[in-house]
T-cell receptor, first 115, second 111 residues
Framework: KAGVTQTPRYLIKTRGQQVTLSCSPISGHRSVSWYQQTPGQGLQFLFE???????NKGNFPGRFSGRQFSNSRSEMNVSTLELGDSALYLCASSFRGLDSGNTIYFGEGSWLTVV | QKEVEQDPGPLSVPEGAIVSLNCTYSNSAFQYFMWYRQYSRKGPELLMYTYSSGNKEDGRFTAQVDKSSKYISLFIRDSQPSDSATYLC???????????FGQGTRLTINP
């Protein structure tokens, strides 16, 4: 069974540009969440999508956005990139069924460097 | 004050030692507790998952949750050099998919 797949794995962008990251969840999983990981702040929740709707949002500026497609695949976008956006962006998927405590699995992440 | 506190280490122990990793939290609504292992430049890998209080064992790993003290632990027995990684505790409330993470503890097992 394939895991959570994220693309691209590595990318370098210039300040002011925008970036789009993609995530394919585990087959059958309908919830996709995004996290930002930095050495200083650790892992921080960005947002969660379920059934193509944003269900929860973390404390990040509006430059960070996302969407989910009908096949549960998700994208996140960061506009007007800043140096501080350099981070590992992680996608997580879960089934999110009646048992809301179900397990959450992470992809390998997309390493974004802003120069 | 952070919702979840975890000693960042680094922690270095000899091969074969018992390792104890801990987190404390402040939000009494947390019901689900997880430990993830993250190797350098990799995504977090789920190690242990526990609901509410109690112990859970899986091979060399044991997870403990004490909700009365708001304290969770991960024990690694017979530690191996391949266990060298950053260990992250994470927790969430009922009905939510948002995980709140500790800072992670960097662990090195010396052969």
């Amino acid at each position: 069974k394939a895991g959570v797949t994220q693309t691209p794995r590595y990318l370098i962008k210039t300040r002011g540009q925008q970036v789009t990251l993609s995530c394919s969840p585990i087959s059958g999983h309908r919830s996709v969440s995004w996290y930002q990981q930095t050495p200083g702040q650790g892992l921080q929740f960005l947002f969660e999508y379920f059934s193509e709707t944003q269900r929860n949002k973390g404390n990040f500026p509006g430059r960070f956005s996302g969407r989910q497609f009908s096949n549960s695949r998700s994208e996140m976008n960061v506009s007007t990139l800043e140096l501080g956006d350099s981070a590992l962006y992680l996608c997580a998927s879960s089934f999110r069924g009646l048992d809301s405590g179900n397990t959450i699995y992470f992809g390998e992440g997309s390493w974004l460097t802003v120069v | 004050q952070k919702e979840v506190e975890q000693d960042p280490g680094p922690l270095s122990v000899p091969e074969g030692a018992i390792v104890s990793l801990n987190c404390t939290y402040s939000n009494s609504a947390f019901q689900y507790f997880m430990w993830y292992r993250q190797y350098s430049r990799k995504g977090p890998e789920l190690l242990m998952y526990t609901y509410s209080s109690g112990n859970k064992e899986d091979g060399r790993f044991t997870a403990q949750v004490d909700k009365s003290s708001k304290y969770i632990s991960l024990f690694i027995r017979d530690s191996q050099p391949s266990d060298s990684a950053t260990y992250l505790c994470a927790m969430k409330t009922e009905g939510a998919q948002k995980l709140v993470f500790g800072q992670g503890t960097r662990l090195t097992i010396n052969p």
